[in-house]
C-alpha cells in the first residue's frame, strides 16, 4: 500500500511516501509563514524521488493539528483537493499522536510538545503499552509550561517537538534529571510518519470522510474568538 504523508502543523514541514514498510521518499521543508508556497512543489518533489505519479498512490494521510492554524488548514485543503483528483482515500492523523510515535519504546512518559505562541504549548502525555502501541494520557491541550509541568508525577518524561527548542531550559531547570529529550532527528514530525500512522488506521479498516474530515485546533482560532466577542 502507497501512502503520501503530509505534515504542515508543524514549524518543519514533512513529505513522506511509503510503500508498505518500505520508505520510498522523505522530504522535510520550512513551512515557515507561507506553507502554500511551499507544500506542492514539496509533495511533487517526493513524488519525482520516489519515481511516482498521483494516481500510483492508495492513500493520503494528513496531520490534523493542533499547530500552526495557517500550516493545518493548508495541509488539510491540499489534501482534500489531491483525493478529489486521484480518488486516494484519506485519513486525519493528530499531531501529537505522530510525534510521540515517532520515539523508540521506552519506560518513560512521552510528552510531545508543540509552541502554541502566546506562552503556552499545544502537549499530550503518553505511555508505551505492554506489546506495543501508545496510550494517552490525557486530552490535547493547550497551556502554559509550568501547568503542564504540575502534570507530572515523579516518572522520567520525554519530550519531543518544536517546543522543545523554545522551552527546553525552562522544562530542565523545574524537573532536573527528570527531564530527557529526544534526539534532533526525531524532535521535528516527518512524512513518512504521518504515513504509517495513516497506512495502520487503513488496514484497521478506518479512513475519513473527505468532506467532513476537519482540523484539530484544540485553541480557538483567532476568528473564532473574535466571534465570540462580537
Known amino acids: 500500500m502507497r501512502v503520501l504523508g503530509v505534515d504542515t502543523a508543524t514549524t518543519g514541514g514533512g513529505i513522506g511516501i511509503i510503500d508498505d514498510e518500505k520508505v520510498l521518499a522523505e522530504y522535510a521543508f520550512d513551512a515557515g509563514?507561507?506553507?502554500?508556497?511551499r507544500l506542492i512543489?514539496?509533495?511533487k518533489?517526493?513524488?519525482?524521488?520516489?519515481?511516482?505519479d498521483l494516481a500510483a498512490l492508495d492513500a493520503?494521510?494528513?496531520?490534523?493539528?493542533?499547530?500552526?492554524?495557517?500550516g493545518v488548514r493548508v495541509g488539510l485543503s491540499a489534501v482534500k483537493g489531491l483525493s478529489l483528483a486521484g480518488g486516494m482515500a484519506v485519513v486525519g492523523i493528530p499531531t501529537l499522536d505522530a510525534l510521540a510515535s515517532q520515539l523508540h519504546p521506552t519506560p518513560s512518559l512521552?510528552?510531545?510538545?508543540?509552541d502554541a505562541r502566546k506562552g503556552e504549548v499545544y502537549a499530550a502525555l503518553y505511555k508505551q503499552r505492554e506489546g506495543g502501541g501508545l496510550e494517552r494520557l490525557t486530552p490535547y491541550q493547550v497551556l502554559s509550561p509550568a501547568a503542564l509541568l504540575s502534570q507530572l508525577?515523579?516518572?522520567a518524561t520525554v519530550f519531543v517537538g518544536d517546543g522543545v527548542e523554545v522551552y527546553g531550559d525552562f522544562i530542565?531547570?523545574?524537573l532536573g534529571e527528570r527531564?530527557?529529550?529526544?534526539?534532533?532527528e526525531l524532535r521535528f514530525l516527518k512524512g513518512q510518519t504521518v504515513a504509517t500512522l495513516g497506512r495502520k488506521r487503513i488496514k484497521q479498516g478506518e479512513q475519513d470522510d473527505v468532506a467532513s474530515l476537519v482540523p484539530l485546533y484544540v485553541r480557538p482560532s483567532e476568528a473564532e474568538l473574535k466571534g465570540m466577542h462580537t
Open 179 to 184: 527531564a530527557l529529550f529526544a534526539p534532533p
Open 110 to 114: 512521552i510528552c510531545p510538545l508543540i
Open 33 to 37: 509563514d507561507a506553507p502554500s508556497a
Open 45 to 52: 518533489t517526493v513524488l519525482d524521488q520516489a519515481r511516482l
Open 153 to 155: 508525577t515523579s516518572h
Open 172 to 174: 530542565k531547570g523545574h
Open 41 to 43: 512543489p514539496a509533495i
Open 60 to 70: 493520503i494521510a494528513v496531520s490534523l493539528g493542533p499547530g500552526s492554524f495557517t
